[in-house]
C-alpha cells in the first residue's frame, strides 16, 4: 500500500514538469537569447523553432539579415583598420578605403536592426504557440478498473 502512494506521488510530481510538459519559452535579454540559462546562437534557435512555422519563418529572416550585417561590419571594420593602421605606422594613409570602410558599417546597421526586429518576433511566436499548447501533456486521472482503484495515464 504504501508503495503505492509513493507511485501516485511520483506521477503526479511527473505530470507537472517540464519534462513531459510544453517546450521551454526562450528568454530574450537585449539583444542575445536564452533558454534555461544558456545562450542561444542562431543555428540553435533554429533548431528549436523547427517545430513552429511562423516563428521558424520570421527566425529564417533574421539569421540572413544578421549574416548580412556581419559580411558588412567585417569588410567595414577591416577597411577602416587598415587606414587606421597605416596612419599608426605614419605612412601616408589612403583615406578612401576608409571612407569605404565607414560606408560598409553603415549599410550593415539597418541590417543589424532588421535582425533584432525579426528575432524578437520569432521568439515571442515561439513562446506564444509553447504556451498555448498542449503537447507532450500527460493526464492522471483516478479510475475504477476490474481489479479496484487505479490511475489511468492518458498521453
Given at each position: 500500500m504504501k508503495s503505492g502512494?509513493?507511485?501516485?506521488?511520483?506521477?503526479?510530481?511527473?505530470?507537472?514538469?517540464?519534462v513531459f510538459g510544453q517546450g521551454i519559452p526562450i528568454e530574450q535579454r537585449k539583444s542575445r537569447f536564452?533558454?534555461?540559462?544558456?545562450?542561444?546562437?542562431?543555428?540553435?534557435?533554429?533548431?528549436?523553432?523547427?517545430?513552429?512555422?511562423?516563428?521558424?519563418?520570421?527566425?529564417?529572416?533574421?539569421?540572413?539579415?544578421?549574416?548580412?550585417?556581419?559580411?558588412?561590419?567585417?569588410?567595414?571594420?577591416?577597411?577602416?583598420?587598415?587606414?587606421?593602421?597605416?596612419?599608426?605606422?605614419?605612412?601616408?594613409?589612403t583615406w578612401g578605403p576608409g571612407a569605404v570602410g565607414v560606408g560598409l558599417i553603415l549599410v550593415g546597421i539597418p541590417f543589424n536592426s532588421a535582425y533584432s526586429k525579426h528575432a524578437g518576433n520569432a521568439v515571442s511566436l515561439y513562446n506564444s504557440?509553447?504556451?498555448?499548447?498542449?503537447?507532450?501533456?500527460?493526464?492522471l486521472k483516478l479510475a475504477f478498473g476490474a481489479n479496484g482503484i487505479g490511475l489511468r495515464m492518458s498521453f
Amino acid at each position: 500500500m504504501k508503495s503505492g502512494f509513493y507511485l501516485i506521488i511520483l506521477f503526479a510530481i511527473l505530470s507537472f514538469s517540464e519534462v513531459f510538459g510544453q517546450g521551454i519559452p526562450i528568454e530574450q535579454r537585449k539583444s542575445r537569447f536564452f533558454q534555461n540559462n544558456q545562450v542561444l546562437k542562431n543555428r540553435q534557435m533554429l533548431q528549436i523553432m523547427e517545430a513552429y512555422p511562423e516563428a521558424y519563418q520570421s527566425m529564417r529572416k533574421a539569421k540572413s539579415n544578421a549574416d548580412a550585417a556581419s559580411v558588412f561590419g567585417f569588410a567595414g571594420g577591416f577597411l577602416v583598420g587598415w587606414t587606421l593602421g597605416s596612419l599608426i605606422s605614419q605612412s601616408e594613409p589612403t583615406w578612401g578605403p576608409g571612407a569605404v570602410g565607414v560606408g560598409l558599417i553603415l549599410v550593415g546597421i539597418p541590417f543589424n536592426s532588421a535582425y533584432s526586429k525579426h528575432a524578437g518576433n520569432a521568439v515571442s511566436l515561439y513562446n506564444s504557440q509553447v504556451r498555448s499548447s498542449p503537447k507532450g501533456k500527460i493526464d492522471l486521472k483516478l479510475a475504477f478498473g476490474a481489479n479496484g482503484i487505479g490511475l489511468r495515464m492518458s498521453f
